[in-house]
């Protein structure tokens, strides 16, 4: 199987010890069963991909579907809807509020809908607020096992490793996070990640 390129992704872990987030949620092949049996701290049943409508952030998918079939998990897409900081203060047009909540909701049913046709528990919720403070509120509420964020969303590329947006999740979340560049899966299409290797540094300190 070809390996494809720029696969490399940041992943921060935090406790996978705690109990599957939906009771009613349980792996669908033997053979997460068995890996349930012998890795039994390993727990990722509920996997939260934040979207902001970018094609930036949307490169998360290929990642995710593979991530999801790997564990056997069940995915939330979350978008949030964000008044920008200049209109704090202003009053906001209602009718070009609702237009953009609507064109928000038909894009994050459009994504369900293909994760959905390819067999994968999929779901969106669409939330008002601080886009960090909603991504850590949906986590926490919700028993998020892992936070897949693209490093990059429609604020676009920068010099910057890391959009605003991500730096304020990772420093402030205890849930595992995986970060993807969002310049290196540029071009790829949801179902063609296969994941083959996988790199785990380690400098025997406690934390890693």
């Known amino acids: 199987m ?41 727990s990722i049943r ?8 970018s094609d930036l952030a949307e490169r998360v998918l290929p990642l ?6 790997a564990f056997s998990a069940r995915i939330t897409l979350l978008r949030v809807l964000e008044t920008h900081p200049s209109a704090v203060g202003t009053e906001i ?7 953009l909540r609507a064109g928000a909701r038909s894009a994050l049913d459009r994504i369900d809908a293909q994760l959905r046709a390819r067999g994968l528990a999929s779901g969106a919720d669409l939330v008002e607020g601080r886009s ?15 936070i897949v964020l693209s490093s990059h969303g429609e604020g676009g590329l920068s010099a ?16 595992s996070i995986l970060i993807v560049p969002a310049y290196a899966v540029q071009g790829e299409s949801i179902g063609e990640r296969r994941l083959q290797r996988i790199l785990l540094p380690l400098d025997c300190s406690p934390r890693a």
Not at 46 to 53: A, Q, Y
């Open 160 to 175: 910057w490793a890391l959009s605003s947006t991500a730096q304020k999740v990772i420093g402030r979340t205890h849930t």
């Open 2 to 42: 070809e390996r494809l390129p720029g696969a490399r992704a940041l992943l921060r872990m935090g406790p996978l010890d705690r109990e599957p987030s939906s009771p009613a949620f349980v792996p669908d092949d033997e053979a997460g069963r068995q890996r349930d049996s012998e890795y039994p701290g390993l």
């Open 46 to 53: 509920h996997i939260l991909v934040p979207l902001d409508g």
């Open 132 to 146: 960090a403070e909603q991504i850590l509120s949906f986590a926490r509420d919700h028993q998020v096992d892992l």
């Open 64 to 69: 995710v579907l593979a991530v999801t079939r």
């Open 93 to 99: 047009d209602v009718v070009d509020w609702e237009m």
